[in-house]
């Protein structure tokens, strides 16, 4: 499976913006598809993640400022983000968990919160 993340780049505190992930391959392998996030410094951290049936989870400091949904026809995630923080700012990547146990990254896209 090959992720292919668009979207990103730089927004003013308070912004919004969206970054999606386009998954190919063999797509019915895809478990679960997610974004995590990678701040100068930090760990990789799990920003978001929706199932096969549409369960999505997020991490406590994005609950209610971001949203994933999942196109299952167009193999897509995208995460909407709004009300954006400087501490917002990372390296977003795309990450698909795929039946057996392995999974695919992408190969990120930055966010920059910023004024």
């Known amino acids: 499976v090959q992720l292919v993340e668009s979207g990103g780049g730089l927004v003013q505190p308070g912004g919004s913006l969206s970054v999606s992930c386009v998954a190919s391959?063999?797509?019915?392998?895809?478990?679960?598809m997610a974004w995590y996030r990678q701040a100068p410094g930090k760990q990789r951290e799990l920003v978001a993640a929706?199932?096969?049936?549409?369960?999505?989870t997020y991490a406590d400091s994005v609950k209610g400022r971001f949203t994933l949904a999942r196109d299952f026809t167009k193999t897509t995630a995208v995460l909407q983000m709004k009300s954006l923080k400087p501490n917002d700012t990372a390296v977003y990547f795309c990450?698909?968990?795929?039946?057996?146990?392995?999974?695919?990254w992408g190969v990120g896209t930055q966010v920059t919160v910023s004024s």
């Open positions: 391959g063999n797509i019915y392998s895809i478990n679960r």
């Open positions: 990450q698909a968990s795929l039946l057996g146990g392995s999974d695919s």
């Open positions: 929706i199932t096969r049936s549409g369960i999505t």
